[in-house]
């Protein structure tokens, strides 16, 4: 199916190709750890090439996925088909540029660990644009901070704070020095773009293979005529530091708030809807039978730090 895209706020004309339905997943055995799920079928064969004239852009975004017997292929050059803020700016230097993105992930993913297996690039939106929700900022137990490579052992967030800005824009998004447009959390203006308004909006892939949700999903998880809600994460902050925390920063006193390092979260089994990996299992439009997928969520971990699959 093609369709041609009209101007939008972000870019004018061009074209997107996709299937025109995708149908569902199949299963063998109970949805539990170890379940081998086939997506084979679905967003197969999604396409776009788009003009961006976003002030911060000005440059074609151009994605493809395809998949064969084996495995889920994306092509694409690492611009943003949406809004974006001002980039560089005072807080971030870099320049939005031209990518090479060449992935592949399994069409047939496994859940081979209850707790996962950290990452740092977790998944990618069909857009071609990657999740990387830690940072390179870290701060010693002193108080002296890097926000570009520390040597300290505290792991500055880029969410969640004030007292660290990296620079990122309304889609909890910013550019590393190579020029890689990439998100934290929440995409808000690829949301905005995809349309989906309240409900379940399937948004990428994660590297182990199983798909990504943003914000939404069933009240009860295998039961699809249940309300839509916003999903939870179990992860919340601590009570107080831990041991060696520094409280100040070191040049000028001023005070580093819970919430500013990875650990100062806990995951409390059951908090909230997800696990530790901000997934669960469930059904889904894509999904009617069930499947493991993650969700981007407007809380930390916002994406996940953790993969339930081999990658």
Sequence with gaps: MLLLLGASGCGGGGSKSSEASVGTASSGGSQSEGTVYSTSNVYCNLSELSYNNDESVNANSDFTWTCNTQNRVLSANGIPNHEVGTFPNANNPNTIS???????FTVNPSSISADGTSAQVVAYALNGIKFDPGTAGRCNNS???????????????????????????????????????????MPERYLTELGK???????????????????????????????????????????????????????????????????????????????????????????????????????????????????
């Design 143 to 185: 108080g002296v901070c890097s926000l570009a490579g520390g040597s300290g052992a505290w792991n500055i967030e880029a969410l969640g704070h004030d007292t660290f800005d990296f620079g990122d824009d309304m889609n909890h998004a910013h550019v590393q020095p190579t020029g890689a447009y990439h998100y934290h959390g």
């Design 98 to 104: 031209i990518q090479n993105v060449a992935k592949t």
């Design 197 to 311: 308004g309240e409900a379940m909006t399937f948004i990428g892939w994660a590297l182990d293979g199983f798909p990504v949700y943003a914000r939404y999903g069933y009240s009860v998880a295998t039961d699809a005529s249940s309300d839509i809600k916003v999903l939870t994460s179990s992860w919340r902050l601590k009570s107080s530091g831990d041991i060696g925390r520094p409280s100040t920063i070191n040049h000028d006193s001023s005070p580093i708030p819970l919430g500013a390092f990875t650990q100062d979260y806990e995951y409390v089994e059951g908090f909230g809807d997800l696990d530790r990996c901000n997934g669960r299992v469930g059904v889904t439009p894509e999904f009617p039978t069930g499947i493991y997928y993650y969700v981007i969520t407007d809380s930390f971990p916002y994406a996940t730090r953790c993969l339930k699959g081999s990658f």
